[in-house]
């Protein structure tokens, strides 16, 4: 097991892994035996299509009264006591360790996972039975998870239970070969099912009515047509899709899931982002959990059938990496291929939607030149579309521009704001009045973010406490919460953006890319400085390991790119501030007119 898993995994199982195995699978095959099942095959650490999670064990055979394959989708666990979490049906306490989902519920969703997504069972779990197996455990134990309501998907059965376990064993497998059945399971392709299209359809149609206008509607057709062209004759199609902050990508992305979906077309969503993803499968799969499942990442195609699905929706493209490689990847599957090559690889129609300026980190490789240079290497039609409208900025496109010549990504230099009717700009001394003129406007009922260059240490948060790392003279904020579930009462990290909570840390780079509110507050922090008129990136300033990685030419480029997205995430206003006493001058001076400058920090 040991060296299998490092094999297929690239990483060796932890000590508790391997000690869990010894224990829980000793369990299992003893149980496999006394039930006279010793031909049935196991497939261990089963890893879930296009996920980085695995399953316990599925026990692979034909079933005794049809003949058919069946499959018992098996989690183990080795809790000897366990309550359910007061005002919840599906969260418990295992053993005093920690709050996990219910293993009824935990095994009932990796079957409905499976039969999502492997080809073999058609979208349906007739063919799959689902178990919790707490063999350390006697029913007093866990008395209270008995009231989770079981069904052929989501069976639990405890140590005092084994005869009955034994018993439903015998009930879904014959003693006979598996070696058949288990060839099919791995054999089958990866594509989300008809009735999961169906579903998704259904939830992102009835959720969010989305008007496509202009060139949104122009990029939304074009894909559509590209499907059908695929279809009919065979053939790739690569559609490119740019636009800056707010015109419309993830709204065309939704849009075409929706609709795809609801013709029966083999279509998933993918970013490079943990939060963006998280956030959508959120949303999106509220009412529906299973629809969750349509959101995926960049790295999980990896090792995908070619042409498996006939679309794939690659949404923030700009975060596409070099390789989809990573430290856990195996080295039987480093092949140093391109990223966007797997991407296109993975389906008939690869939709890319990207902002070139939105490129944050130096191993990221989302252009348009790119994209199109992998298109035409794998003999792709390609199809450009440019969303020249501004949706969010209020509509401003002229704020857009002047946040473009402000950092020197569009030709022509810094300019004074003129104004604009239907954006609110400003410049403030300090942090505090920051966060003041931000609380009016949430106090007023609109949502708003503090946001700043990633200029300050991280300290590791304690239980429930996160320290307040970023100050700014007396005025001193936590970080917004590193991990995707709350601490205290700062929502997780993929929730910072979306949550209310979220107003009382500041946020970084890489939880506000991809979101937006009605105000923004940016604090500029030393790593880009401006002196003898021009810009002067600092990275020893800077915090960021990953971005301090590259050239400097790299870090310039990335760091100017990081406050252009920071600076147009809000859709009403923005509020700005420096804390280098030069470049707060040039933003008062752009902004409201004043002067004066000494180069040194505030």
Not at 80 to 104: E, N
Not at 510 to 528: H, K, N, R
Not at 529 to 552: F, I, L, M, N, T
Request: with cysteine; aromatic share 8%.
């Amino acid at each position: 097991m040991v060296d299998q898993f490092s094999h297929q995994y690239g990483f060796r199982p932890s000590p508790a892994e391997i000690s869990s195995w010894e224990r829980s699978l000793t369990a299992l095959t003893n149980d496999l035996h006394d039930a006279g099942l010793e031909q049935v095959e196991m497939l261990l650490e089963y890893r879930l299509p296009l996920s980085s999670r695995r399953v316990d064990a599925v026990l692979c055979g034909l079933h005794p009264r049809t003949a058919e394959s069946s499959f018992v989708v098996v989690e183990l666990k080795q809790w000897s006591r366990a309550y359910p979490v007061d005002g919840t049906d599906d969260v418990v306490l295992d053993d005093g360790r920690g709050q996990r989902l219910h293993p009824a519920a935990q095994v009932g969703a990796y079957c409905d996972y499976i039969a999502d997504f492997n080809a073999a069972l058609g979208g349906s779990t007739r063919r799959l039975t689902g178990v919790a197996y707490l063999h350390n455990a006697t029913d007093e134990g866990i008395a209270g998870l008995w009231a989770y309501p079981q069904t052929s998907t989501r069976r639990m059965f405890t140590g005092q239970r084994r005869a009955d376990f034994l018993s439903l064993l015998r009930h879904s497998l014959a003693p006979a070969s598996g070696a058949s059945a288990a060839d099919e399971l791995l054999s089958a392709a990866i594509r989300p099912s008809k009735q999961l299209m169906d579903l998704a359809a259904r939830e992102i149609r009835e959720r969010e009515q989305f008007v496509l206008i202009d060139q949104q509607q122009v990029a939304y057709s074009l894909v559509l047509r590209s499907v059908e062209r695929a279809r009919r004759a065979s053939t790739k199609h690569v559609v490119i899709v740019t636009g800056g902050p707010g015109s419309g990508k993830s709204v065309i992305a939704l849009s075409l899931l929706g609709e795809l979906s609801r013709q029966g077309r083999t279509v998933l969503h993918a970013t490079g982002s943990s939060a963006f993803t998280q956030t959508l499968r959120k949303v999106a799969g509220a009412r529906a959990p299973r629809v969750q499942a349509l959101f995926s990442y960049y790295n999980n195609f990896i090792d995908s059938e070619p042409n498996g699905l006939e679309v794939l929706i690659n949404d923030e493209a700009h975060r596409i990496r070099e390789t989809s490689t990573n430290r856990w990847t195996p080295a039987a599957k480093r092949s140093g291929r391109p990223q966007v090559e797997d991407l296109i690889d993975a389906a008939r129609v690869s939709v890319f939607l990207l902002d070139e300026h939105q490129v944050v980190k130096p191993g990221e490789r989302g252009s348009v030149s790119e994209i199109a240079a992998a298109a035409e290497r794998l003999h792709c039609e390609i199809i450009r579309v440019d969303l020249n409208d501004q949706f969010r900025l209020g509509g401003s496109r002229a704020y857009e521009e002047w946040v473009l010549r402000l950092l020197g990504l569009a030709p022509g230099g810094p300019m004074t704001w003129a104004g604009a009717e239907s954006f609110d700009l400003d410049a403030v001394d300090s942090a505090e009045a920051m966060e003041a003129r931000l609380g009016s406007k949430i106090a007023d009922g609109y949502s708003a973010r503090i946001s700043a260059g990633y200029c300050w240490d991280w300290s590791k948060p304690k239980a429930d406490f996160l320290f307040p790392d970023i100050k700014i003279g007396a005025w001193e904020r936590p970080w917004n919460n590193p991990k995707d579930t709350k601490i205290g009462e700062a929502p997780g990290r993929p929730f910072w953006a979306t949550d209310p909570a979220g107003f009382d840390q500041v946020g970084c780079i890489y939880t506000a890319q991809g979101f937006e509110y009605d105000y923004s507050g940016v604090i500029m922090g030393p790593d880009l400085v401006w002196r003898s008129g021009q810009w002067v990136a600092q990275p020893e300033r800077s915090h960021d390991r990953q971005v301090k990685r590259g050239s400097y030419t790299e870090f310039d480029s990335a760091i100017r790119n990081t406050y252009k997205v920071l600076l147009t995430r809000g859709l009403r206003g923005s509020t700005v501030m420096s804390t280098d006493t030069e470049t707060q001058a040039l933003l008062k001076g752009l902004i409201q007119g004043q002067g004066g400058a000494s180069g040194t920090d505030l």
